[in-house]
Each structure stands twice: as C-alpha cells, then as structure tokens.
C-alpha cells in the first residue's frame, strides 16, 4: 500500500448551459489523491450538474476534464467508468434477486472457452474484492437480503472493482444509521490511501469533520470556494452557500388568534422518526427543516395515515384518532400534497377535470351522480381562481407544466374543503414564477384560518412563509425556531450540526 | 377533412363495423333482417354481459381469468341446487327452488369475485394468479357437483332465461343492454366509475387522493364474477342442463371483446360504450361468416387476424393523438 500511484482529477473552467440557463459557470478545481474533498451547496448549486459532467451523464457545453493530467471526454455513463471516473449514486442500483458478487459484475461476469459463465472465477474475484476492502460478506447472497448500509458498501465495492481514479459519492449516508456511516467513513479512509480521488457530496456539516480533508462550496452554479475542514465552521459555510442576499424576505406576522387545530403526540416509526409532538394552530403556516434522511416526509405521510406508524395519536376538530388511512384523514379535513407530485400527486393519464375533483369521489355515496358538467364547473372554477394554464381542462394533466401541476394538486383538496394542508416539498422543480404563485396560495389560506404544514429542503423559503419552523433531526424533534427574530444562518447551523 | 378527422379518429371501430353490416348486408341476403339481427345479439348477449363486468375490471387495472369456469360452475350449481330443494319432500315447490337456485348461485359468483380481491388486497396476490387458480378450481369444483354427466332438473319453462322472448326481443339480450345501460351509467356519471379510472391510471396517486382502492378492486372483481355467475343461469336455461364443460376458454373471447373495445390492459382507460361495439363486432364476423358457408376452422383464423388487426388501429389511434 505503499508507494500507492497518487491520481488526480481537474476541472478547467467547466461549463453546462440549458436552454434559457446556466447550470455551471466555468468551474476550475483540483482534487489530489490521497484527500476526501467534501462538495457542498444547496439544492440548484450546481452539484448535481459536476457530478452528471464528471461521471458522464451529460456533456459539457465548453471546459475541459482532466484525470492525471490527461484531458478526457466522455459521452456515456460506461465511457467515463473505462477511464477511471465512477459514481455511487443515492440511490441503491443493486438487483436485489442477483448475488452479490453477479451484482458486482454484473454485465462483464467472466466467462469460460465455451462463452459460459464461469461463476467459480466470479466468486473467488468478488471475495478477493470485499476481502481487500475489509468486508466480510457472503458473495453468493442474493444482495436483496443484505441491510441498506451493506449494500451501499455493495456498491463501493462495485465501483471499485472497476479500478477508478476517482471516486464520487452522492450522499451516500443519507439511508445509514450512525454507526454504520461510521464503517463506511472508515472504508472511505482506507481507500483515499489507496491514492483514490475521493469527492464527497453532503448535505451534513457534522460529516465533514468526521471524514473530509477540504470543503468545496458551490453556489448558483459557479465555484466559492475550497477551504480546510479545520476552518469549516458553520458561520463560514452558511456564508459561503448561501451568499450575503440572505433573508430579504420576511415572514407574514403570526395568525392572530391561537387556537389549536390539530395536536400531534408521541407519534413514532421506529426507523424514520420518533415521539413527535407539537401543536398547529388555526392559520399557522408550520414549517419541518431538517437534512434529507431526517424523517420528515414520512412524518407528513405517517401524519395523513398514507404510511403506517406504531404509535402516536393526533387530535383535529375534538376527535383524537390514530391515523390509519388517508381517507380517514381526508374526513377529520387534512389533505396532502406529495413530494412526488408527478407519481403520488396526480394521475397523468387523466384530465385536468377528473384530477381536480379526484379526492372528492370518495365515498362515493358522498354524490352518487357525478357529471362531466358538474366536474367542469368546479375544474373551471379552481383553474381561474388559482391561475391554472390549460389549454382545456379536458385534455391529460401531463401536458401540464411542473408548477400548473402543483396547483392542481392543492386544487384537489381544496375541493374538499381542508382545515389542514400538508405541503411536501411543494416548490420542488417548479420556476420562480410558480413558486410566487404557491406561497401567495400559502398565505391565502392562512389569512383564512386554514392551516399549513410545509417541509420543503430550501431553508430560505421556509424562513420566507412559514410562522414557525420545527427542527428534525435523526428523526427527533431537535429544536424550534421562529423565523421573526432569527436569521437564515441561525436555521442552517441548527439544521446541519 | 382535418375537421372530420377527430371524429374519425375516435370512432375507427364503429366505422368498420358499419362498413363489415354493409358488405354482409350486401353479399348475404339472410343477414339484414330483424330475425337475424336479434339472433346476432342473442348470441353475444352472454359472453358480452361479462364483458361489461371484465371492461371495469381492466380499467381498475385488473384480470379476470376464472369467467369461463364461473359460467359452468354457477349453471351446474343451479341445476344441482334446483334438483335438491325442489325434490318431493324436500318441501321446496319447484318455482321457489329454482329461484332459490339462482340467488345462492348469483351469491356464490359474488363471493368468488370478492375472494380474488380479498387475496389482492390482504396478500398481495396478483388477480391474474387468483382468478387463474379460480379457473382450475371452479371447473373441477363443476365437475364434482354433476359427477361429469349434465343435470337436467329444470321445469319446461325455466328455458325463457336463456331461449325466451319478451316484446319480439330474445330476453337474454334484453338483460345484456340493460346490464350494458347500468354499467354506462355507473362508469360515467357515479362517482364509483371515476375511482375506478383513478386506481387503474395510478393506485398510489388514488390511495392518497383518499380513494379506498381496496373496496374498489374487490367490487369491481365481485361485480364481474356475479355478471359470470347470471351468465351461467342463462346458459344453463338454453341448454336445459348444467354441464361441467360448458363455456370453455369463453375468458379469452371476453377479454378479446374488450380490448378490441378500446380498453387498455394497462389500466386507467376504457369505455363501456367500447366494449359493446366489441362485442357486436365478434358477433358480427362470426355470424357473417356461418351466412357465407365459411369452413368453421377458417372462422377461427379470420377471427384471431380481426382482433390483432383491431388492436392495431387502437394503438395507432392512440399514438397518433
């Protein structure tokens, strides 16, 4: 292990231009061998674009790549993989009926004269693999009946079987418990001595110290900066991601009456979160920050009865239930908008009409007799309050745009008339224009007493519409603060610790 | 042209099934005449009646295999339950028992119906594996009941059911278009139709939107089974006996009439409307054909070339929108 050849990856004024935007503005770094370089910005930085450029998914609009100092072009996935750039994404790609070690390889297993797979080679290739990594595991397990954190060092493992010179990681501890990330933190050490490039991209402060040599900021797409982890404190790199223009806007004054519309307690799901408790009151925009992996979307969908929970009860309108059913919940006036709005938010195939009046069939009893007529008065009458662009309401919610999409989702339950609407991620991947439009929707509904719940991963819009912003952290409750008499680098700094 | 187009575009089938009236009407003179065309609708009327059912199963995003056993099964059950009930002493007079008959065995079509959605709703168990297991087991359970020879306990006239005419109608037909009206009616106007368009298109979208998806896949399943299970009375009616192998593979021309109605196995889309025209579509080609002399082996080539050819301009139609 000594002696190991240290590589190097270097990126000179590394362009990606969309159609109308910049996703990356000439980004020049240089990661040396031997060092875990932390990658850190918020959502839209641009750290996603690098990772996509440098591991071959997309191509550069100008700039060049280079990997020890020979200037490389790819234009697939498996051609920067052949010259020594590999990438572990978040999510886990492992087949999970295959074995461990045909995951491994899977696509160039060894094979015998005969073209036939040589499965006793694969294996004893496979073992020798983890056994170099520390990894004692079964290869001929099929890789389904391994834990998450197994088969996230599974995954490393594959990418290492293809010798890389540089290696990502798009936040790989975002499904880990903390003992495990540990082992992963350890494997990642052991292979940074191996002269490996090791980019490390993050969304908490706390791994940085525990595993990164240097931190690299990114911020509207274009390069911060690169400082020591030593010197990475929470002050320094909130100024960094986030810039000087931070929290122009205010937040709307808190509802003026107090009274409580939904009381949540000791609601728990041992492996995403645990004994929840707050209280919303009437009109309350409530926002959930936290990191990703912190619990908060299944805390929304265990709230709305759309996920099963083991314990907690919530109160709405004098009725104390335990949530098990969205249809339940629909009836106490709690309404969802899903974080996958494209999939769990609407149904594509159908019409703008049917989609908007969609969480109002059920019971069916509740009108016996719908018409398309009927159905179009209310579609119409949601499209022109709330600004909807259709051609017609007729015609598949997909021709929609992302933004139009989301307002048809909150058109559905305002339909039925909710006390308490749950938000998840509610601005994500929608334009500026859209996102005006949803928060003004937000602030509507509150001046008329309906509650909101927001989780959105952009802390400045939570800092910018909601009255009050509970903290998750691992799960648990971590803290509250109320964006009135506190900063955006107040937020961060809870949020990231 | 460009103005006609969409109304074409949505209507290719009814088009070529008045084109195929038209061309039979012309090279054989028996086929437009009213008795003929009532016999064409007497003969659908029973496979077509679950039709209606398997059209709602499939926008749900379902199957239904077991259809064909449940028309064997339902008519041997009734011909078994009428000759028990209604033998001297049992004390049953013979009208009751026959009605008897058919209720528990409408009953019977529904709790099978209701057990593939059960297993699909608590176990997870696809439709297709459950209603496959239903087709095995309903035939053998048919099988049992008659010890493999046809029952014949029926009294004279329960053969209006299936052979009976009210108003110059054949009653049977008379049920199909009524059964066809109530399922129009239920998938375009009732707010149950929309839930069942909203699971098939996305279930997890529909389970959010506070749709009990589970009720629907269970009532759609139950609904076609007992269609099946009223179909088998029919049968049962026209031949006079329950017999164990009767209606065979009748789930494949079910499911073939639907899909040729438009209906997409994927789920989410579909008319009633379309499954009718599907139906009298088949009905059509297999009685033109009878009127034309063509060799009865023939018909079953021409007919499968017909149904790939009429998906066909489905997926077109739809590609081209």
Redesign the interface.
């Known amino acids: 292990m000594m002696n190991a050849p240290l590589h190097a990856l270097e990126t000179v004024a590394l362009r990606k231009e969309y159609p109308g935007t910049v996703a990356l503005r000439d980004v020049s770094l240089r990661c040396e061998g031997g060092e875990i370089r932390a990658l850190l910005g918020k959502n839209g930085a641009g750290k996603s674009t690098l990772v996509r450029l440098l591991g071959g998914a997309v191509e550069p609009t100008s700039g060049a790549i280079l990997v020890d100092g020979n200037r490389v072009r790819f234009r697939s996935p498996a051609e920067a993989i052949r010259k020594g750039i590999v990438t572990v994404h978040q999510e886990l790609s492992l087949i999970p009926g295959l074995t461990v070690a045909e995951n491994i390889f899977l696509g160039r297993l060894p094979r015998r004269r005969a073209g036939l797979i040589d499965w006793r080679a694969a294996c004893s290739m496979a073992e020798a693999l983890l056994e170099e990594l520390g990894l004692a595991l079964d290869v001929r397990a099929p890789a389904g009946r391994l834990g998450v954190a197994q088969q996230q060092m599974i995954e490393i493992a594959k990418a290492m079987s293809h010798a890389p010179s540089v290696l990502m990681l798009d936040e790989p501890t975002s499904a880990l418990a903390h003992r495990e990330a540990d082992r992963l933190f350890t494997l990642l050490k052991r292979l940074a001595a191996k002269g490996v490039v090791l980019l490390y991209i993050t969304h908490r402060l706390e791994e940085i110290h525990r595993i990164a040599d240097a931190v690299t900021v990114l911020r509207n797409g274009a390069l911060v900066g690169t400082i020591p982890a030593g010197e990475a404190n929470p002050a320094a790199i909130v100024g960094m991601m986030f810039g000087e223009a931070v929290g122009k806007e205010r937040p709307p004054a808190p509802p003026p009456s107090g009274t409580p519309v939904m009381e949540v307690r000791g609601f728990t799901r041992k492996k995403s979160y645990s004994d929840i408790s707050f209280t919303l009151h009437r009109g309350e925009v409530l926002g959930i920050a936290g990191v990703l992996g912190a619990g908060r979307t299944e805390l929304l969908r265990g709230l709305?009865g759309?996920d099963p929970h083991e314990a907690g009860l919530v109160t709405i309108g004098g009725k104390t239930v335990f949530p098990s059913?969205?249809?339940q919940?629909?009836k106490l006036g709690v309404a969802?908008a899903?974080e996958d709005r494209k999939?769990?938010?609407?149904?594509?195939?159908?019409s703008t009409r049917?989609n908007i009046?969609?969480?109002?069939?059920?019971?069916?009893s509740?009108?016996?007799?719908?018409?398309?007529r009927r159905e179009r008065e209310v579609a119409t009458r949601y499209v022109r309050g709330m600004d909807i662009a259709v051609q017609s309401v007729d015609s598949p919610v997909s021709d929609l745009s992302g933004g139009n999409q989301q307002k048809v989702v909150i058109a559905?339950w305002l339909n039925?008339g909710p006390c308490v609407l749950l938000l998840d991620e509610p601005t994500r991947g929608i334009d500026i224009q859209a996102k005006r439009q949803v928060f003004d929707i937000v602030r509507e509904l509150s001046s008329r007493g309906i509650s909101s719940i927001v989780v959105s991963s952009e802390l400045e819009e939570l800092m910018e519409i909601c009255h009050r912003i509970l903290i998750l952290k691992k799960g648990k409750l971590a803290g509250e603060l109320l964006p009135h008499d506190a900063t955006l680098e107040n937020l961060v700094g809870i949020c990231m610790e | 042209m460009t103005r006609l187009r969409p109304l074409l575009g949505s209507a290719v089938l009814e088009i070529v099934l008045v084109a195929l009236c038209l061309f039979l009407a012309a090279v054989a003179p028996n086929f437009l005449t009213a008795e003929n065309l009532l016999n064409v609708l007497r003969n659908v009327s029973m496979q077509g009646l679950i039709a209606l059912g398997m059209t709602l199963v499939i926008i749900a995003g379902e199957i239904d295999l077991s259809v064909g056993s449940m028309v064997a099964f339902s008519g041997c059950l009734t011909a078994w339950l009428t000759g028990a009930l209604g033998t001297p002493g049992a004390g049953l007079p013979v009208p009751l028992a026959v009605g008897a008959a058919i209720l528990l065995s409408l009953a019977a079509g529904c709790l099978s119906g209701s057990l593939a959605g059960l297993l699909r709703n608590r176990f997870g168990v696809p439709s297709f594996i459950s209603t496959l297991a239903l087709l095995t087991a309903l035939s053998g359970a048919a099988e049992l009941i008659t010890n493999g020879f046809p029952l014949t306990p029926f009294p004279g006239w329960y053969n209006f059911i299936g052979g009976g005419y009210l108003l110059g109608i054949p009653f049977p037909a008379l049920l199909f278009v009524i059964a066809f009206a109530g399922t129009h009616m239920l998938m375009?106007?009732?707010?149950?139709g929309?839930?069942v368009?909203?699971v098939g298109?996305?279930a997890?979208?529909?389970?959010?939107?506070?749709?009990?998806i589970r009720t629907v896949r269970t009532a759609v399943l139950a609904l076609t089974a007992t269609l099946a299970a009223a179909s088998g009375v029919m049968q049962s009616s026209e031949i006079m006996s329950g017999t164990a192998t009767t209606a065979k593979g009748w789930e494949l021309d079910v499911i073939a009439a639907v899909i040729i109605g438009g209906t997409s196995l994927a789920g989410?889309?579909g008319r009633v409307w379309g499954t009718m025209v599907g139906v009298v579509f088949l009905g059509v080609i297999m009685n033109g054909m009878t009127l034309l002399n063509v060799n009865e082996y023939w018909q079953h080539v021409v007919r499968g070339g017909l149904i790939l050819l009429a998906v066909l301009i489905n997926r077109m139609e739809r590609r081209g929108r």
Do not use: C
Request: charged share 10%; net charge positive; hydrophobic share 50%.
């Open positions: 709305f759309a059913s969205p249809s919940m629909k969802l899903p999939a769990e938010g609407l149904i594509q195939i159908l049917v009046n969609l969480a109002d069939f059920w019971p069916p509740l009108h016996w007799i719908t018409t398309a559905k039925t | 375009n106007y009732t707010a149950f929309r839930a368009y909203a298109g996305n997890e979208a529909a389970r959010l939107s506070a749709i009990n989410g889309v």
